[in-house]
Structures are given as structure tokens and as C-alpha cells.
């Protein structure tokens, strides 16, 4: 058929597209600067925000005409870092200055070498968390490797089993030398224990092994970075091996270099970026460690950010002996805020702005009304006060914010109903003047009613908050698993290569490029974490469990991998609870 007319035309064409732009996107920020108006130059066209114009060229077409390419990125987790400071000062009256804190704390490493680095900066990944405890980070020079190495640069060219091989095997024996690809290049990757991590050691190698002068070598990991390289590739190829000869490099020798180099054209760190993240992620770690409660509190109000949704973080801080509080309307402020604890390290007050239908908005209304008048004395004041929607009082009500007004939630919901009706004109732009009505008794109609039980209220956090102060799910769904199924806490004590079964709320669901169709799963009980290996063939096999289910139920074989951080290799799966039984927020799937 390959003979056959159309099917030549179909090859004919299929040729001529190669290489042509699939898809046009915008970087979000992006900035190309010439030397005269850029419509001189490119095609231009609006974008959908005003003012702000879309380039038809891409980044490597830019480049070869030498304009300026400049890409505007932005960490949240540098707000985080900002708030914790302020907070911290202004709660403890602690000024930081995060440039003079100890950066070879022993204490802070050990938390890190233990994987406890939910909520830190880069190193909080499950895939970095499992790592850690392995490569022993100890010092600044080994996070910015750490923070390095997993990249789909290192992890194509092969470099991340063995770095942590020879990881393990310098911890043992301090005397270990590991072994390098070639004696020619020991200098460039002593520090890295003998592979390539980062962009400039592409670069050394290359003029290392293969006599490349710095103009071709930069030339190369230009080529390497750009998606329409194959034919420049070959060409650089036949240049390193040739080059590599010259030397008397062995030819195996040089193909396994270059190729463990080419995987630098899927991203890796400059060590500058490496070290940079480095530093930021002890910063973070060391905050965590000192001052937790004003870190879980700058992390609660920058959400969403990072790994984990806002409930993993809770229970993450009450794992810490942090107190998470709910929302109070004559407590709580619009964002979280830091109180004095009355037992453990620390408290968070749960802003108003997290209840669902209240958000910002509705908290700062909250907030300047009782600044203005005091506090609410009763339901009723709150609403003429406020003038919020009748359903964002019913959310606030259900979540626990009027449980200091004597009444149980229920109650409060059908005193609710009584008024309410003839409040709804009050929105939250009204004018702030106006006639207030009648405190009337609605003593007359009040009936006593059962409270919301346990289950139920916890229902309500994770629906309306996001989150729940006091409470898991698995709590309540333990009992019902029979007996056999093992707790995150179990898992701890158990030895390798166990057959396990394990249960929980799924709060991550991954399938990097890299992991050649493996799932990983991230699974959430009372006691903590615990992580899930899907195979190709499992995540067939249950496709709608793995991608759709809240809670899951996993058999499998745990891994012989000793300590806290243990991934269990699943073999069956089946859904527990139906989705629509519970509402639970969206983890981070698929990021």
C-alpha cells in the first residue's frame, strides 16, 4: 500500500511538516526587546490581555536574529518567605534577616535528610521527599544538586540512579572514589560524583573529551535545547567522536557521554540556578523548622502554590504540634493570622476569605465592620451588619465561625431562615448609611435540633474550607476497611517487601514524560503520607479508579527501602467511596 497514490502524497506532505510550529501559545512571560519597533521586524498580533502583543516567531528564531529574549518568572514561594519574616516580627518581635541564619544547621539538615520537607521550597516533590533520605543533603553545595537532579534533563541522561548510588556508597565508606566516564573530565565532574547535572558541565565535557573550543561548545548546548535539532545533532556527533578519537577516548566510551549529554536537551539547571533554589530551599526549611506556625500561616494565605493542596498542609502542621483553628467571625481576620497556642509550638487561625462564597471580599467586609463597631452579638447583628448572602452565612455557620453563640450549627441555620429572607437586598456594595431594622424576638419560633454529627462536619470543611482543622476522612472510613488494612503509620515499622494493602484520599496523581507511563499516586490517611507506584498496565486496567477516584483502597508489595518514606508497588486497586458520596478538593493531578 506504501506504493499506492495516496499514500505517497500522505508520506510527501508528512515530510514537508516536519519541523513547522504545531501550535501557537503565549509565555507568560516572555519579553523580546529590538532596536527599533518590533512590527518592523516579526509578525505581531493582540494578544487577549490589553496592550500586550503575541510574536509569531519562537524563542530559537529570536535568538538567530539577535534580539533579546528575556523570560519574567515568578516564585510564590518567595511571598511566602516575605509574609513568615513580617509575621514573625510582628508576632514573636523577632527581626530575620535570612541572609546571617546558620546555613550548616545540624538540625535543619536531619529534618531534611528525614524527607520532612512538605511545604518547602522544591524539595517537598514526592520524588525529592523519596530521595532524600538516600543522598543526605549536608550541606548547601549538595541541595543545589539535590534541587538539580530531578529535571528531565539528568533524569534522560541517566544521571540520577547513579549519582544516588554513589551517594549511598560515599556515606558508607568516606574513602570511596567514584568512578568518572573518562580521567579527561574528573575535574568537571568530581563534585557531581562522575555525571552531568548541570548546563556548564555540557559544556567542560565537551571541550574535555572532544577538544571543542567554548565558541562550539556553547554552540552545542544551544543545538541541544532546541526541539529542531536531530539533523544539527548528527553533525555534532560526528564532530565529538571525532574529536573523542583524537584523544583516545575509547569509541563506547564517548557514545555513552554524548548521549547522556543529548538528554540535557529535555532542561537542566545552570549551577547558578541550582544554587540559587539551593538556597531558598534551606531558608525555607530552616523557617519551617524555627518558626513553623508563621510558615504554614504565609502558606495558607499565598495558596494556591506548591505540591500540596491546603488540607495535605494542615495536617502536615499538625503533625508539627501546630494548632490549626477554624474560622471565628469575632476572631478571625479576612487572611490566616498567627495566635499564641495554648499547647504545642504554635497556632493558625483560619482566614474568613477561605470559606466558600465569602472569599476576600466577604472577609474584609467582616473584618472593618467589627473594627468599626465591635464585636457581633448575635446572628441576626451579624447579618443586618455584614450584609453577606444568605448561602455565604449558611457556609460560615456550617464550618463552625458562630459556634460560640450558644447554639449548636443546626440551630443556627434555622434561626437563620427566620430572618434572613428579608435581608437578601443587603449586598456587598450597599451604602454603609442606612435604616437598620428591628431586633424582633425569634424566641417564639426557635426549635431545639440535633447537632451536625461528627461526619458530617467534617464533610462541611472539606467542602466549604478546603480543609478541616480537626478531622480526616479515613477517620470516619477506617472501621468500614475490615481488618489488614495498614496505616501510613504502619507502614513505617514494616519490613520491605511485604504484601500490603493500604487505603486513603488520593491528594497527587503524576505520570511524568519520563517515567515511560508509570503513575504515581500520593495517598493521604490520618496518620500522613504514603506513596503509590502504578505500572503502565495497572493504570490500563483501572483507568477510571486511578484517574478519577477520591478515595482508593491498593494492594501491593511494599519496598525493601528502610524509613519513613516508603512507596508501595501497587498490583490491585478499587475505589472505597463513590466521589460524589463526599466532596473533596482537587489535589495537584497531572502537574
Request: charged share 25%; hydrophobic share 40%; glycine share 8%.
Amino acid at each position: 500500500r506504501a506504493d499506492e497514490r495516496g499514500w505517497r502524497e500522505l508520506a510527501e506532505l508528512s515530510a514537508q511538516l516536519a519541523g513547522f510550529p504545531r501550535h501557537m501559545s503565549q509565555h507568560v512571560g516572555g519579553m523580546v526587546i529590538s532596536s527599533e519597533p518590533l512590527i518592523d521586524y516579526v509578525p505581531c498580533q493582540p494578544a487577549a490581555w490589553k496592550n500586550r502583543y503575541l510574536c509569531h516567531w519562537d524563542k530559537d528564531s529570536i535568538d538567530d536574529a539577535r534580539m533579546v529574549k528575556i523570560d519574567f518568572l515568578a516564585l510564590g514561594m518567595l511571598s511566602v518567605v516575605e509574609e513568615t519574616v513580617d509575621l514573625v516580627e510582628c508576632h514573636d518581635g523577632v527581626s530575620l534577616d535570612l541572609t546571617r541564619i546558620d546555613f550548616e544547621d545540624t538540625d535543619v539538615y536531619d529534618g531534611i535528610c528525614a524527607g520532612d520537607t512538605v511545604g518547602v521550597f522544591q524539595i517537598e516533590s514526592r520524588a525529592q521527599i523519596a530521595m532524600l533520605p538516600r543522598t543526605q543533603p549536608r550541606n548547601l553545595q549538595d541541595l543545589a544538586v539535590q534541587v538539580s537532579i530531578v529535571r528531565p534533563g539528568p533524569i534522560v541522561g541517566g544521571a540520577v540512579n547513579p549519582y544516588v548510588r554513589r551517594r549511598e556508597r560515599q556515606r558508607r565508606d568516606p574513602r570511596y572514589v567514584p568512578e568518572v566516564p573518562h580521567l579527561l573530565v574528573r575535574s568537571v565532574l568530581e563534585e557531581t560524583l562522575g555525571v552531568v547535572i548541570y548546563q556548564e558541565q555540557v559544556l567542560l565535557v565537551a571541550e574535555k573529551l572532544a577538544g571543542f573550543t567554548p565558541g562550539e561548545a556553547d554552540q552545542f548546548r544551544r543545538a541541544m535545547s532546541r526541539k529542531r535539532s536531530l539533523e544539527a545533532m548528527e553533525g555534532y556527533r560526528e564532530r565529538f567522536m571525532e574529536g573523542a578519537r583524537e584523544r583516545n577516548v575509547p569509541a563506547g566510551v564517548a557514545a555513552k557521554v554524548f548521549e547522556n549529554l543529548l538528554g540535557f536537551a529535555e532542561f537542566g539547571f545552570p549551577k547558578s540556578h541550582g544554587s540559587a533554589f539551593a538556597l531558598l530551599a534551606y531558608q525555607t526549611t530552616w523557617l519551617k523548622r524555627y518558626h513553623p506556625a508563621p510558615f504554614f500561616c504565609g502558606l495558607f494565605n499565598n495558596q494556591p502554590m506548591g505540591f500540596y493542596p491546603p488540607h495535605v498542609l494542615t495536617n502536615d502542621a499538625l503533625r508539627h504540634e501546630i494548632e490549626v483553628r477554624r474560622p471565628d467571625i469575632n476572631i478571625s481576620d479576612a487572611a490566616c493570622s498567627v495566635e499564641d497556642p495554648e499547647t504545642g509550638r504554635g497556632a493558625v487561625r483560619v482566614g474568613l476569605g477561605y470559606v466558600r462564597g465569602v472569599g476576600e471580599a466577604g472577609g474584609r467586609r467582616i473584618d472593618e465592620e467589627r473594627a468599626r463597631t465591635g464585636p457581633f452579638r448575635s446572628l441576626f447583628d451579624f447579618m443586618q451588619r455584614t450584609g453577606l448572602s444568605r448561602e455565604a452565612t449558611t457556609n460560615l455557620i456550617r464550618i463552625g465561625a458562630f459556634d460560640d453563640f450558644g447554639l449548636n450549627r443546626r440551630e443556627l441555620i434555622w434561626q437563620l431562615g427566620l430572618f434572613a429572607d428579608g435581608l437578601q437586598r443587603a449586598v456587598l456594595d450597599r451604602p454603609q448609611e442606612r435604616q437598620l431594622r428591628l431586633e424582633l424576638s425569634t424566641k417564639q419560633d426557635e426549635v431545639a435540633l440535633a447537632d451536625f454529627n461528627d461526619y458530617q462536619s467534617m464533610a462541611a470543611d472539606y467542602d466549604l474550607l478546603s480543609l478541616s482543622p480537626d478531622s480526616h476522612p479515613m477517620q470516619f472510613l477506617r472501621p468500614a476497611l475490615g481488618e489488614g488494612v495498614a496505616s501510613s503509620l504502619h507502614l513505617r515499622a514494616m519490613g520491605g517487601g511485604q504484601v500490603v494493602e493500604v487505603s486513603g484520599l488520593v491528594v497527587c496523581r503524576q505520570r511524568p514524560l519520563t517515567a515511560k507511563g508509570i503513575i504515581f499516586l500520593l495517598l493521604e490517611d490520618e496518620f500522613g503520607l504514603v506513596n503509590v507506584l502504578v505500572s503502565k498496565e495497572l493504570s490500563e486496567r483501572y483507568n477510571e479508579v486511578v484517574r478519577t477516584a477520591a478515595f482508593v483502597r491498593v494492594r501491593g508489595v511494599l519496598e525493601r527501602r528502610a524509613g519513613e518514606q516508603r512507596t508501595l508497588v501497587a498490583s490491585a486497586m478499587r475505589e472505597v467511596l463513590p466521589e460524589q458520596a463526599m466532596r473533596m478538593p482537587s489535589g495537584k493531578s497531572w502537574g
